[in-house]
Protein backbone atom coordinates (compact mmCIF):
# COMPACT_ATOMS: atom_id res chain seq x y z
CA UNK A 1 0.00 0.00 0.00
CA UNK A 2 1.24 4.17 -0.70
CA UNK A 3 1.57 6.01 2.06
CA UNK A 4 1.25 9.78 0.74
CA UNK A 5 3.77 11.32 0.20
CA UNK A 6 7.62 10.24 -0.67
CA UNK A 7 6.21 6.61 -1.63
CA UNK A 8 3.83 8.03 -3.86
CA UNK A 9 6.46 10.63 -5.30
CA UNK A 10 8.94 7.75 -6.10
CA UNK A 11 6.71 4.93 -7.48
CA UNK A 12 4.93 7.72 -9.64
CA UNK A 13 8.32 8.95 -10.85
CA UNK A 14 9.57 6.43 -12.26
CA UNK A 15 5.79 5.14 -13.65
CA UNK A 16 5.90 8.30 -15.66
CA UNK A 17 8.55 6.99 -17.42
CA UNK A 18 7.36 3.69 -18.54
CA UNK A 19 6.58 2.91 -22.28
CA UNK A 20 2.93 3.91 -22.89
CA UNK A 21 2.63 5.87 -19.84
CA UNK A 22 3.20 9.46 -20.55
CA UNK A 23 6.93 8.90 -22.05
CA UNK A 24 6.25 10.41 -25.30
CA UNK A 25 9.52 12.77 -26.28
CA UNK A 26 9.32 13.62 -22.81
CA UNK A 27 10.15 17.99 -22.58
CA UNK A 28 10.10 18.87 -19.07
CA UNK A 29 8.62 18.07 -16.06
CA UNK A 30 4.94 19.12 -14.58
CA UNK A 31 4.72 19.49 -11.09
CA UNK A 32 1.65 18.25 -9.60
CA UNK A 33 0.21 19.61 -6.38
CA UNK A 34 -1.70 18.53 -3.10
CA UNK A 35 -4.83 20.73 -3.17
CA UNK A 36 -5.31 20.23 0.48
CA UNK A 37 -1.89 21.50 1.52
CA UNK A 38 -0.59 23.29 -1.56
CA UNK A 39 2.62 21.02 -1.51
CA UNK A 40 3.77 19.31 -4.39
CA UNK A 41 3.98 15.15 -4.31
CA UNK A 42 5.43 14.57 -7.87
CA UNK A 43 6.85 15.73 -11.06
CA UNK A 44 5.63 14.32 -14.37
CA UNK A 45 7.31 14.55 -17.62
CA UNK A 46 5.15 16.22 -20.21
CA UNK A 47 5.29 15.86 -24.16
CA UNK A 48 5.01 18.34 -26.54
CA UNK A 49 3.39 17.82 -29.97
CA UNK A 50 6.24 15.94 -31.40
CA UNK A 51 4.67 13.36 -28.35
CA UNK A 52 1.67 13.67 -29.58
CA UNK A 53 2.12 12.66 -32.75
CA UNK A 54 4.24 10.33 -31.65
CA UNK A 55 1.49 8.92 -29.65
CA UNK A 56 -0.47 8.68 -32.26
CA UNK A 57 2.11 7.02 -34.71
CA UNK A 58 1.95 3.74 -32.09
CA UNK A 59 -1.66 3.94 -31.99
CA UNK A 60 -2.04 3.34 -35.64
CA UNK A 61 0.36 1.21 -35.86
CA UNK A 62 -0.81 -0.99 -33.21
CA UNK A 63 -4.15 -0.72 -34.93
CA UNK A 64 -4.42 -3.31 -37.41
CA UNK A 65 -3.03 -6.38 -34.60
CA UNK A 66 -5.71 -4.80 -32.06
CA UNK A 67 -8.74 -4.83 -34.33
CA UNK A 68 -8.05 -8.15 -35.73
CA UNK A 69 -7.55 -9.81 -32.44
CA UNK A 70 -10.23 -12.31 -31.41
CA UNK A 71 -12.54 -9.45 -29.45
CA UNK A 72 -12.56 -13.08 -26.69
CA UNK A 73 -8.45 -12.31 -26.75
CA UNK A 74 -9.31 -8.34 -26.05
CA UNK A 75 -11.84 -9.50 -23.39
CA UNK A 76 -9.46 -11.26 -21.16
CA UNK A 77 -6.98 -8.60 -21.44
CA UNK A 78 -9.71 -6.43 -20.32
CA UNK A 79 -10.83 -8.48 -17.20
CA UNK A 80 -7.37 -8.70 -16.15
CA UNK A 81 -7.11 -4.59 -16.29
CA UNK A 82 -10.14 -4.71 -14.34
CA UNK A 83 -8.66 -7.38 -11.56
CA UNK A 84 -5.59 -5.53 -11.12
CA UNK A 85 -7.02 -2.05 -10.75
CA UNK A 86 -9.28 -3.64 -8.04
CA UNK A 87 -5.62 -5.03 -6.42
CA UNK A 88 -4.26 -1.85 -6.63
CA UNK A 89 -7.94 -0.35 -4.89
CA UNK A 90 -6.31 1.57 -2.48
CA UNK A 91 -3.16 2.99 -4.26
CA UNK A 92 -5.23 4.17 -6.47
CA UNK A 93 -7.97 5.78 -4.56
CA UNK A 94 -4.63 7.39 -2.62
CA UNK A 95 -3.31 8.48 -5.49
CA UNK A 96 -6.35 10.20 -6.04
CA UNK A 97 -6.78 11.74 -2.76
CA UNK A 98 -3.23 13.16 -3.10
CA UNK A 99 -4.03 14.98 -5.96
CA UNK A 100 -7.46 15.78 -6.63
CA UNK A 101 -8.49 15.88 -2.73
CA UNK A 102 -11.82 13.89 -2.21
CA UNK A 103 -12.12 11.82 0.82
CA UNK A 104 -11.09 8.75 0.62
CA UNK A 105 -13.91 7.07 0.64
CA UNK A 106 -15.62 8.59 -2.36
CA UNK A 107 -12.15 7.74 -3.98
CA UNK A 108 -12.70 4.06 -3.17
CA UNK A 109 -15.53 4.79 -4.22
CA UNK A 110 -14.63 5.84 -8.01
CA UNK A 111 -12.28 3.26 -8.27
CA UNK A 112 -14.84 0.42 -7.74
CA UNK A 113 -17.23 2.79 -10.42
CA UNK A 114 -13.71 2.71 -12.23
CA UNK A 115 -13.17 -0.61 -12.47
CA UNK A 116 -16.94 -1.02 -13.32
CA UNK A 117 -16.74 0.10 -16.89
CA UNK A 118 -13.98 -2.19 -17.33
CA UNK A 119 -15.99 -5.39 -16.58
CA UNK A 120 -18.57 -4.05 -18.55
CA UNK A 121 -16.73 -3.36 -21.56
CA UNK A 122 -14.71 -7.10 -20.88
CA UNK A 123 -17.99 -8.36 -21.38
CA UNK A 124 -19.51 -6.33 -24.49
CA UNK A 125 -16.48 -7.00 -26.04
CA UNK A 126 -16.98 -10.36 -26.92
CA UNK A 127 -20.71 -9.85 -27.92
CA UNK A 128 -21.84 -10.26 -31.37
CA UNK A 129 -21.05 -7.44 -33.65
CA UNK A 130 -22.71 -8.41 -36.97
CA UNK A 131 -26.82 -7.82 -36.93
CA UNK A 132 -28.98 -9.46 -39.91
CA UNK A 133 -31.38 -7.34 -41.59
CA UNK A 134 -34.63 -7.82 -42.72
CA UNK A 135 -34.09 -7.54 -46.86
CA UNK A 136 -36.23 -5.57 -49.35
CA UNK A 137 -34.30 -7.03 -52.05
CA UNK A 138 -35.31 -10.48 -53.73
CA UNK A 139 -31.85 -12.96 -53.50
CA UNK A 140 -29.82 -10.63 -51.83
CA UNK A 141 -28.43 -10.80 -48.25
CA UNK A 142 -27.76 -8.47 -45.64
CA UNK A 143 -25.73 -7.80 -42.77
CA UNK A 144 -24.38 -4.88 -40.87
CA UNK A 145 -20.84 -5.43 -39.13
CA UNK A 146 -19.81 -3.02 -36.56
CA UNK A 147 -15.97 -2.25 -37.36
CA UNK A 148 -13.97 -0.46 -35.04
CA UNK A 149 -13.47 3.64 -35.80
CA UNK A 150 -9.76 3.49 -35.70
CA UNK A 151 -7.38 5.15 -33.27
CA UNK A 152 -9.40 7.16 -30.66
CA UNK A 153 -8.58 10.27 -28.81
CA UNK A 154 -9.93 10.49 -25.36
CA UNK A 155 -9.76 13.58 -23.26
CA UNK A 156 -10.85 13.66 -19.69
CA UNK A 157 -10.98 15.98 -16.52
CA UNK A 158 -9.83 15.89 -13.04
CA UNK A 159 -12.93 15.60 -11.03
CA UNK A 160 -13.35 12.05 -11.87
CA UNK A 161 -9.78 11.31 -12.91
CA UNK A 162 -9.89 7.50 -12.76
CA UNK A 163 -13.91 6.76 -14.16
CA UNK A 164 -13.89 9.35 -16.25
CA UNK A 165 -10.53 7.61 -18.22
CA UNK A 166 -12.09 4.00 -17.95
CA UNK A 167 -15.54 4.76 -19.04
CA UNK A 168 -13.91 5.69 -22.42
CA UNK A 169 -11.16 3.73 -22.64
CA UNK A 170 -12.81 0.08 -21.83
CA UNK A 171 -15.16 1.10 -24.73
CA UNK A 172 -12.99 1.79 -27.18
CA UNK A 173 -10.80 -1.26 -26.24
CA UNK A 174 -13.58 -3.57 -26.52
CA UNK A 175 -14.88 -2.06 -29.69
CA UNK A 176 -11.23 -3.00 -31.47
CA UNK A 177 -9.62 0.78 -31.31
CA UNK A 178 -6.32 1.47 -29.99
CA UNK A 179 -6.21 4.96 -27.67
CA UNK A 180 -4.18 8.09 -27.12
CA UNK A 181 -5.10 9.60 -23.42
CA UNK A 182 -4.96 13.09 -22.44
CA UNK A 183 -5.79 13.52 -18.40
CA UNK A 184 -6.55 16.94 -16.87
CA UNK A 185 -3.30 18.52 -16.24
CA UNK A 186 -4.37 18.19 -12.02
CA UNK A 187 -4.63 14.85 -11.94
CA UNK A 188 -1.99 13.36 -14.27
CA UNK A 189 -0.89 10.54 -11.73
CA UNK A 190 -4.11 8.26 -11.74
CA UNK A 191 -4.26 8.12 -15.51
CA UNK A 192 -0.51 7.42 -15.53
CA UNK A 193 -1.26 4.73 -12.50
CA UNK A 194 -4.47 3.10 -14.91
CA UNK A 195 -1.75 3.29 -17.66
CA UNK A 196 1.02 0.91 -15.94
CA UNK A 197 -1.85 -1.07 -14.63
CA UNK A 198 -3.17 -1.73 -18.75
CA UNK A 199 0.71 -2.22 -19.78
CA UNK A 200 0.73 -4.95 -16.57
CA UNK A 201 -2.81 -6.47 -17.91
CA UNK A 202 -1.11 -7.23 -21.26
CA UNK A 203 -2.45 -4.64 -23.87
CA UNK A 204 0.31 -4.54 -26.49
CA UNK A 205 2.86 -1.71 -27.65
CA UNK A 206 0.95 1.01 -29.00
CA UNK A 207 -3.04 -0.08 -28.03
CA UNK A 208 -2.95 2.44 -24.42
CA UNK A 209 -1.15 5.59 -25.13
CA UNK A 210 -1.32 7.98 -22.35
CA UNK A 211 0.39 11.35 -23.05
CA UNK A 212 0.48 14.27 -20.49
CA UNK A 213 1.33 17.80 -21.28
CA UNK A 214 -0.44 21.16 -22.43
CA UNK A 215 -3.74 20.73 -23.48
CA UNK A 216 -4.55 22.98 -26.49
CA UNK A 217 -1.15 21.39 -28.27
CA UNK A 218 -0.92 17.57 -27.22
CA UNK A 219 -5.52 17.71 -27.70
CA UNK A 220 -4.90 20.25 -30.67
CA UNK A 221 -2.68 18.10 -32.83
CA UNK A 222 -4.98 14.85 -32.22
CA UNK A 223 -7.81 17.11 -33.78
CA UNK A 224 -5.90 18.12 -36.61
CA UNK A 225 -4.86 14.59 -37.28
CA UNK A 226 -6.90 12.47 -40.09
CA UNK A 227 -5.60 9.60 -38.40
CA UNK A 228 -7.44 9.93 -34.91
CA UNK A 229 -11.14 9.24 -36.14
CA UNK A 230 -12.80 9.73 -33.17
CA UNK A 231 -12.88 11.99 -30.14
CA UNK A 232 -14.34 11.30 -26.73
CA UNK A 233 -13.79 14.31 -24.55
CA UNK A 234 -15.68 15.31 -20.98
CA UNK A 235 -14.93 18.63 -19.65
CA UNK A 236 -16.49 22.31 -20.03
CA UNK A 237 -19.09 22.72 -22.52
CA UNK A 238 -16.68 25.82 -23.39
CA UNK A 239 -13.21 23.06 -24.19
CA UNK A 240 -16.13 20.82 -25.94
CA UNK A 241 -17.53 23.57 -28.57
CA UNK A 242 -13.91 24.44 -29.18
CA UNK A 243 -12.78 20.80 -29.96
CA UNK A 244 -16.31 20.04 -32.16
CA UNK A 245 -15.05 23.02 -34.31
CA UNK A 246 -11.84 21.58 -34.28
CA UNK A 247 -12.84 18.09 -35.51
CA UNK A 248 -14.80 19.34 -38.19
CA UNK A 249 -11.93 19.24 -41.08
CA UNK A 250 -11.39 15.36 -39.99
CA UNK A 251 -15.13 15.18 -39.34
CA UNK A 252 -14.37 12.95 -36.35
CA UNK A 253 -16.85 10.81 -34.28
CA UNK A 254 -17.70 12.73 -31.42
CA UNK A 255 -18.69 11.77 -27.32
CA UNK A 256 -19.03 15.10 -25.77
CA UNK A 257 -19.83 14.47 -22.14
CA UNK A 258 -20.19 18.48 -20.81
CA UNK A 259 -21.53 20.67 -18.39
CA UNK A 260 -24.26 20.20 -16.35
CA UNK A 261 -26.50 22.74 -14.21
CA UNK A 262 -28.73 20.07 -12.28
CA UNK A 263 -31.96 21.30 -11.52
CA UNK A 264 -33.35 19.47 -8.31
CA UNK A 265 -37.53 19.80 -7.50
CA UNK A 266 -39.11 19.14 -4.53
CA UNK A 267 -42.94 19.14 -4.60
CA UNK A 268 -45.22 19.04 -1.54
CA UNK A 269 -46.27 15.29 -0.38
CA UNK A 270 -42.49 14.62 -1.42
CA UNK A 271 -40.80 12.45 1.34
CA UNK A 272 -39.08 15.53 2.77
CA UNK A 273 -36.44 14.37 4.86
CA UNK A 274 -35.37 11.90 1.81
CA UNK A 275 -35.54 14.80 -0.41
CA UNK A 276 -33.39 16.50 2.21
CA UNK A 277 -31.09 13.66 2.48
CA UNK A 278 -30.83 13.04 -1.58
CA UNK A 279 -29.80 16.96 -2.07
CA UNK A 280 -27.42 16.77 0.07
CA UNK A 281 -25.76 14.04 -1.59
CA UNK A 282 -26.24 15.62 -4.90
CA UNK A 283 -25.31 19.02 -4.28
CA UNK A 284 -21.87 17.95 -2.08
CA UNK A 285 -20.47 14.85 -3.32
CA UNK A 286 -17.04 15.77 -4.68
CA UNK A 287 -17.45 18.45 -3.16
CA UNK A 288 -19.80 19.94 -5.57
CA UNK A 289 -17.37 19.63 -8.31
CA UNK A 290 -19.77 17.09 -10.43
CA UNK A 291 -21.09 16.97 -13.36
CA UNK A 292 -24.29 15.94 -12.01
CA UNK A 293 -24.22 18.15 -9.09
CA UNK A 294 -27.75 20.12 -8.58
CA UNK A 295 -27.32 23.70 -8.55
CA UNK A 296 -30.60 24.95 -8.72
CA UNK A 297 -33.07 23.76 -6.09
CA UNK A 298 -36.87 24.54 -7.07
CA UNK A 299 -39.14 23.52 -3.71
CA UNK A 300 -42.92 23.86 -3.68
CA UNK A 301 -43.85 26.36 -1.69
CA UNK A 302 -46.48 24.87 1.13
CA UNK A 303 -42.87 23.27 1.91
CA UNK A 304 -40.55 25.84 1.06
CA UNK A 305 -39.61 27.09 4.14
CA UNK A 306 -39.50 23.60 5.99
CA UNK A 307 -36.71 22.05 3.24
CA UNK A 308 -34.59 25.29 3.72
CA UNK A 309 -34.62 24.65 7.55
CA UNK A 310 -33.87 21.22 6.70
CA UNK A 311 -31.72 21.25 4.53
CA UNK A 312 -29.38 24.28 6.26
CA UNK A 313 -29.57 22.15 9.60
CA UNK A 314 -28.27 18.90 7.73
CA UNK A 315 -25.51 21.14 5.51
CA UNK A 316 -24.21 22.28 8.81
CA UNK A 317 -23.32 19.04 10.21
CA UNK A 318 -21.52 18.52 7.03
CA UNK A 319 -17.62 18.27 7.82
CA UNK A 320 -14.75 19.84 6.05
CA UNK A 321 -11.20 18.20 5.98
CA UNK A 322 -8.09 17.00 3.96
CA UNK A 323 -9.25 13.71 1.86
CA UNK A 324 -7.58 11.27 4.32
CA UNK A 325 -9.16 12.94 7.11
CA UNK A 326 -12.57 11.38 5.11
CA UNK A 327 -14.66 13.69 6.45
CA UNK A 328 -18.04 14.88 4.29
CA UNK A 329 -16.00 17.39 1.68
CA UNK A 330 -12.47 18.13 0.89
CA UNK A 331 -11.09 21.13 -0.49
CA UNK A 332 -11.79 22.50 -3.93
CA UNK A 333 -9.33 21.75 -7.09
CA UNK A 334 -8.04 24.98 -7.35
CA UNK A 335 -8.27 28.99 -6.37
CA UNK A 336 -10.63 29.06 -9.84
CA UNK A 337 -12.64 26.98 -8.77
CA UNK A 338 -12.62 29.21 -5.17
CA UNK A 339 -13.23 32.24 -6.60
CA UNK A 340 -16.04 31.04 -8.96
CA UNK A 341 -17.76 29.73 -5.67
CA UNK A 342 -17.44 33.08 -4.28
CA UNK A 343 -18.70 35.15 -7.15
CA UNK A 344 -21.82 33.02 -7.45
CA UNK A 345 -22.32 33.88 -3.83
CA UNK A 346 -21.46 37.43 -3.80
CA UNK A 347 -24.12 38.26 -7.11
CA UNK A 348 -26.81 36.09 -5.63
CA UNK A 349 -26.38 38.09 -2.60
CA UNK A 350 -26.69 41.62 -4.45
CA UNK A 351 -29.58 39.87 -6.13
CA UNK A 352 -31.40 39.62 -2.90
CA UNK A 353 -30.65 35.97 -1.89
CA UNK A 354 -30.79 35.13 2.08
CA UNK A 355 -27.48 33.45 2.88
CA UNK A 356 -28.50 30.54 5.38
CA UNK A 357 -25.10 28.88 5.68
CA UNK A 358 -21.26 29.22 4.51
CA UNK A 359 -20.69 31.59 1.89
CA UNK A 360 -16.91 31.68 2.47
CA UNK A 361 -13.46 29.79 2.94
CA UNK A 362 -12.90 27.98 6.16
CA UNK A 363 -9.42 29.61 6.77
CA UNK A 364 -8.67 27.17 9.58
CA UNK A 365 -8.51 24.14 6.89
CA UNK A 366 -6.67 26.21 4.01
CA UNK A 367 -7.25 29.07 0.64
CA UNK A 368 -8.81 25.90 -0.95
CA UNK A 369 -11.40 24.55 1.66
CA UNK A 370 -15.00 26.04 0.86
CA UNK A 371 -17.52 25.94 3.49
CA UNK A 372 -20.65 24.12 2.48
CA UNK A 373 -23.23 27.03 1.68
CA UNK A 374 -26.60 27.32 1.24
CA UNK A 375 -28.50 30.20 -0.62
CA UNK A 376 -32.72 30.96 -0.17
CA UNK A 377 -34.66 33.14 -2.36
CA UNK A 378 -31.80 33.34 -5.10
CA UNK A 379 -33.69 34.69 -8.08
CA UNK A 380 -33.79 33.47 -11.54
CA UNK A 381 -31.12 36.20 -13.27
CA UNK A 382 -28.56 35.51 -10.69
CA UNK A 383 -24.98 33.77 -12.30
CA UNK A 384 -25.58 30.71 -10.15
CA UNK A 385 -29.30 29.82 -11.80
CA UNK A 386 -27.66 30.13 -15.35
CA UNK A 387 -24.29 29.25 -14.90
CA UNK A 388 -22.39 25.80 -13.61
CA UNK A 389 -20.91 26.62 -10.33
CA UNK A 390 -18.99 23.34 -9.84
CA UNK A 391 -18.76 23.48 -5.77
CA UNK A 392 -20.44 23.44 -2.82
CA UNK A 393 -23.16 26.05 -3.26
CA UNK A 394 -26.92 25.57 -3.19
CA UNK A 395 -28.93 27.61 -4.23
CA UNK A 396 -33.01 27.47 -3.26
CA UNK A 397 -36.03 28.82 -4.77
CA UNK A 398 -39.68 28.15 -4.09
CA UNK A 399 -42.22 27.71 -7.10
CA UNK A 400 -45.81 27.61 -7.05
CA UNK A 401 -46.86 25.55 -10.10
CA UNK A 402 -45.95 22.57 -12.26
CA UNK A 403 -45.60 24.36 -15.41
CA UNK A 404 -44.01 27.18 -14.19
CA UNK A 405 -40.95 24.92 -12.77
CA UNK A 406 -41.02 22.91 -15.86
CA UNK A 407 -40.39 26.10 -17.69
CA UNK A 408 -37.75 27.23 -15.19
CA UNK A 409 -36.11 23.97 -15.18
CA UNK A 410 -35.93 23.58 -19.00
CA UNK A 411 -34.68 27.47 -19.20
CA UNK A 412 -31.31 26.21 -19.72
CA UNK A 413 -28.39 25.78 -22.51
CA UNK A 414 -27.99 22.48 -19.87
CA UNK A 415 -29.58 19.23 -19.97
CA UNK A 416 -27.47 16.28 -18.24
CA UNK A 417 -29.37 15.30 -15.35
CA UNK A 418 -32.91 16.57 -13.83
CA UNK A 419 -34.03 15.51 -10.00
CA UNK A 420 -37.42 15.32 -8.81
CA UNK A 421 -39.12 14.02 -5.78
CA UNK A 422 -42.65 13.44 -5.46
CA UNK A 423 -44.95 10.51 -4.38
CA UNK A 424 -47.56 11.20 -7.04
CA UNK A 425 -47.21 8.92 -10.33
CA UNK A 426 -48.90 11.26 -12.85
CA UNK A 427 -47.26 14.10 -11.60
CA UNK A 428 -44.05 12.21 -11.98
CA UNK A 429 -45.05 10.88 -15.65
CA UNK A 430 -45.57 14.19 -17.04
CA UNK A 431 -42.67 15.87 -15.25
CA UNK A 432 -40.27 13.05 -17.50
CA UNK A 433 -42.15 14.16 -20.22
CA UNK A 434 -41.34 17.42 -20.12
CA UNK A 435 -37.50 17.93 -18.90
CA UNK A 436 -35.30 18.39 -21.64
CA UNK A 437 -32.29 16.48 -20.13
CA UNK A 438 -30.79 13.18 -20.69
CA UNK A 439 -31.49 11.38 -17.01
CA UNK A 440 -34.27 12.19 -14.87
CA UNK A 441 -33.78 10.91 -11.63
CA UNK A 442 -37.14 10.43 -9.19
CA UNK A 443 -36.86 10.05 -5.53
CA UNK A 444 -32.90 9.42 -5.51
CA UNK A 445 -29.49 10.93 -6.90
CA UNK A 446 -26.96 8.01 -7.24
CA UNK A 447 -28.41 6.54 -10.68
CA UNK A 448 -25.57 5.62 -12.60
CA UNK A 449 -23.46 3.07 -13.86
CA UNK A 450 -21.64 0.99 -16.45
CA UNK A 451 -24.68 -0.35 -17.45
CA UNK A 452 -26.64 2.77 -18.32
CA UNK A 453 -25.90 5.37 -21.47
CA UNK A 454 -24.48 8.46 -19.83
CA UNK A 455 -24.93 11.94 -21.65
CA UNK A 456 -26.93 14.50 -21.99
CA UNK A 457 -29.00 16.94 -24.09
CA UNK A 458 -28.83 20.32 -25.80
CA UNK A 459 -25.21 21.58 -24.78
CA UNK A 460 -24.49 19.19 -21.93
CA UNK A 461 -23.66 16.81 -24.90
CA UNK A 462 -23.59 14.68 -27.57
CA UNK A 463 -23.55 10.87 -27.81
CA UNK A 464 -23.89 8.29 -24.82
CA UNK A 465 -21.37 6.71 -22.45
CA UNK A 466 -21.58 3.39 -20.51
CA UNK A 467 -23.81 0.66 -21.76
CA UNK A 468 -24.15 -0.77 -25.66
CA UNK A 469 -24.13 2.65 -26.92
CA UNK A 470 -21.03 3.58 -25.06
CA UNK A 471 -19.02 0.99 -27.17
CA UNK A 472 -20.86 1.53 -30.56
CA UNK A 473 -19.81 5.26 -30.42
CA UNK A 474 -16.28 3.85 -31.44
CA UNK A 475 -17.75 1.80 -34.03
CA UNK A 476 -18.60 2.48 -37.95
CA UNK A 477 -21.24 0.58 -39.26
CA UNK A 478 -20.78 -1.32 -42.15
CA UNK A 479 -23.57 -2.31 -44.17
CA UNK A 480 -22.80 -5.74 -46.53
CA UNK A 481 -25.33 -6.92 -49.19
CA UNK A 482 -24.36 -10.57 -50.66
CA UNK A 483 -26.17 -11.26 -54.10
CA UNK A 484 -25.73 -15.05 -55.06
CA UNK A 485 -28.15 -15.11 -57.74
P1 LIG B 1 -12.03 21.47 -18.92
O1 LIG B 1 -12.95 21.60 -20.06
O2 LIG B 1 -11.29 22.68 -18.48
O3 LIG B 1 -10.93 20.35 -19.18
C1 LIG B 1 -11.25 19.04 -19.57
C2 LIG B 1 -10.10 18.45 -20.37
O4 LIG B 1 -9.90 19.25 -21.51
C3 LIG B 1 -8.76 18.41 -19.63
O5 LIG B 1 -8.05 17.24 -20.01
C4 LIG B 1 -8.04 19.60 -20.16
O6 LIG B 1 -6.67 19.37 -20.11
C5 LIG B 1 -8.55 19.65 -21.59
N1 LIG B 1 -8.50 21.00 -22.17
C6 LIG B 1 -8.61 22.17 -21.53
N2 LIG B 1 -8.46 23.19 -22.40
C7 LIG B 1 -8.26 22.63 -23.62
C8 LIG B 1 -8.03 23.16 -24.93
N3 LIG B 1 -7.98 24.47 -25.16
N4 LIG B 1 -7.87 22.30 -25.95
C9 LIG B 1 -7.92 20.98 -25.72
N5 LIG B 1 -8.12 20.42 -24.52
C10 LIG B 1 -8.29 21.24 -23.47
O7 LIG B 1 -12.90 20.85 -17.73
P2 LIG B 1 -12.43 20.53 -16.26
O8 LIG B 1 -12.33 21.85 -15.54
O9 LIG B 1 -11.27 19.62 -16.23
O10 LIG B 1 -13.70 19.70 -15.72
C11 LIG B 1 -14.85 20.32 -15.30
C12 LIG B 1 -15.92 20.30 -16.39
O11 LIG B 1 -16.13 18.96 -16.83
C13 LIG B 1 -17.27 20.75 -15.87
O12 LIG B 1 -17.86 21.61 -16.82
C14 LIG B 1 -18.06 19.46 -15.76
O13 LIG B 1 -19.44 19.62 -15.84
C15 LIG B 1 -17.52 18.67 -16.87
N6 LIG B 1 -17.74 17.24 -16.65
C16 LIG B 1 -18.69 16.60 -17.40
C17 LIG B 1 -18.94 15.25 -17.20
C18 LIG B 1 -19.96 14.55 -18.04
O14 LIG B 1 -19.90 13.32 -18.09
N7 LIG B 1 -20.88 15.23 -18.70
C19 LIG B 1 -18.21 14.54 -16.24
C20 LIG B 1 -17.26 15.20 -15.49
C21 LIG B 1 -17.03 16.56 -15.71
Not at 45 to 52: E, H, K, N, R, V
Not at 137 to 146: I, P, T
Not at 162 to 174: C, E, F
Not at 355 to 369: E, I, M, N, S, W
Amino acid sequence: MLDQTDTLKDRLQDTALLPGAGDFAAQGRLAVRDPATGSVIAQVAISDQTGARAAVDAAQAAFADWSAMLPQKRAAILHRWHALILEAREDLARIMVAEQGKPISEARGEIDYAASFVQFYAEEASRPNIEGVTSHLSDAEMELWREPVGVAALVTPWNFPSAMITRKAAAALGAGCTVVIHPSAETPLSALALAVLAQRAGFPDGVVNTVIGDAATIVGEWTADARVRALSFTGSTEVGRLLYRQSADTVKRLVLELGGHAPFIVFQGADLDRAVAEAIKAKFATSGQDCLGANRFYIHRPVYEAFCARFTAAVEKLTLAPGMQDADLGPLIHDRQVAKQQAHVDDAVTRGARLLTGGRVDDAQGPLFYLPTVLADVSDDAAIMREETFGPVAALTPFDSEDEVIARANDSEYGLVAYVHSMDPRRIYRLTRALQYGMVAVNRTKVTGAPIPFGGMKQSGIGREGARQGLEAFTEIKYVCRDWA
